[in-house]
């Protein structure tokens, strides 16, 4: 498919915003939660997961059971080991001297914590000697996966970071998540000279082209837009074929707060679907938070800091890829809801929070009006404009008429408990509404 780009500059003089309907090719399904229309989502049985995190398979510093193993003991309900370019589908030896090369000197090594937790399962830790090297063979994904998995409890879903360069050597990151089979999705290079914005499309094509041909839903979600200042809010807006990206990513290199003179990750998320919305008739992005874990020894790039929770039927992989592009998942680093509620009639939002502790809660719900002021981002009738703060564990609003999205941002009183950055509070993130079908 080649969809058609209108190439005007994203945010310039843009006062004639409502042609969004007319004429305007749109590609898609509806963008919204549920396709559009009303929805009361009890979240309290959904399942949480992370969609992003690395292991000895590329740059990660532990095995890939050591890692599974602690998601599920954390309580997650699936978990996606997404290396670099690299399914965990072949035959790999890694020279324990390198692994213990990836990790602090904290304690033990891996090898010797690997050792020690399937010290009950002789014969499962396979090592050789190659030419005075002791050798370790890290485990495929079929061989790992029955330790933990157990039908509606816990499930592993087989992913790859698509780990691209654009000609300018940015990195453009995309996960393919709920891979089929052994078939990896090939990166761009840099020596084929893409911009970012054509990197990003042909990665998106790629994975769409994957699914049709195997039959598999599968997630494709941007990551850290901002890790190396790569990709623009604008740019994002402009690939049709983009559903997804990563609102937080736990990695704390990312620049996910933006600097100065460049939005954050929240901020990037408003204008992106601005403009997707207002001038390209384009659905909003979904956000997902995850963790882009690399280090399990103490290091500061560890597990457990974002995910998502998803309102799937069944803990299939099929069935939690099929929910989250229906917008059936929030986003948290920590605040947990137990109900979102979208009246479409009355264009009220609603979301229950789950009680922690003795935190309090404050509700953002935020939007952008259809003639929004670009030259205003920050203030009244600017992009992401935030509508109303709502302090409570219920918080309602209704969604102004001139909207043209809706969404709400939980912020706790509580800390973090693993932070990627200073004074990072628990939150949680829903998903777009659009309010009109
Ligand atoms: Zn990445
Ligand atoms: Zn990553």
Do not use: C
Request: proline share 5%; charged share 25%; aromatic share 10%.
């Amino acid at each position: 498919m080649a969809p058609s780009f209108p190439t005007k500059p994203a945010l310039a003089g843009v006062a004639a915003l409502i042609l969004v309907t007319a004429g305007v090719w749109f590609p898609f399904a509806a963008p919204s939660q549920d396709a559009g229309g009303s929805f009361d989502h009890d979240t309290t049985g959904w399942f949480r997961g992370n969609t992003h995190t690395h292991s000895l398979w590329s740059d990660g510093n532990d095995f890939p059971e050591m890692i599974v193993g602690w998601y599920r003991d954390q309580g997650y309900d699936f978990i996606a080991l997404s290396d670099h370019n690299i399914l965990a589908t072949t035959e790999k030896w890694m020279d324990v001297e390198a692994i213990a090369k990836r990790q602090r000197a904290i304690g033990r090594t891996a090898m010797q914590k690997y050792q020690a937790q399937y010290a009950s399962k002789p014969g499962w830790i396979e090592t050789r000697d190659n030419g005075g090297k002791t050798e370790v063979r890290l485990k495929r994904i079929d061989e790992y996966r029955p330790l933990f998995e157990k039908e509606g409890e816990f499930l592993v879903v087989q992913a790859e970071e698509i780990t691209s360069s654009s000609g300018e050597g940015k990195p453009v990151h995309i996960n393919a998540v709920n891979l089929p089979g052994d078939e990896l999705i090939p990166a761009v290079k840099k020596e084929e000279g893409l911009s970012g914005e054509v990197a990003m499309r042909t990665i998106f094509q790629r994975v769409d082209a994957h699914e049709k041909k195997t039959g598999t839903p599968i997630l494709a979600h941007l990551n850290h837009p901002n890790f190396q200042w790569a990709l623009t809010a604008e740019e994002m807006a402009r690939v049709a074929e983009g559903r997804a990206f990563e609102v937080y990513n736990g990695h704390p290199g990312v620049n996910h707060l933006g600097d100065a003179t460049r939005p954050g990750d929240e901020r990037i998320w408003d204008i992106a679907n601005t403009i997707r919305l207002a001038e390209l008739g384009y659905p909003p992005l979904l956000g997902v938070a995850t963790d882009d874990s690399h280090t399990y020894h103490g290091g500061d790039v560890s597990p457990g800091r974002g995910w998502v929770v998803v309102g799937s039927e069944k803990l299939t992989g099929d069935a939690l890829i099929e929910a989250m592009k229906a917008g059936r998942f929030y986003a948290s680093t920590g605040v947990y809801l137990d109900r979102i509620t979208w009246d479409a009639a009355s264009r009220t939002l609603t979301v229950k929070i789950r009680p922690d502790g003795d935190a309090t809660f404050r509700t953002a719900f935020i939007g952008t009006r259809q003639d929004y002021d670009a030259t205003q981002p920050a203030g009244k009738n600017g992009i992401g404009e935030v509508f109303a703060e709502i302090e409570g564990l219920t918080a309602r609003f209704t969604m102004p008429a001139d909207a043209l999205y809706l969404r709400a941002t939980i912020t706790a009183s509580a800390r973090h408990t693993n932070p990627s950055y200073p004074e990072q509070k628990k939150q949680a993130w829903t998903q777009v509404v659009v309010g009109k079908e």
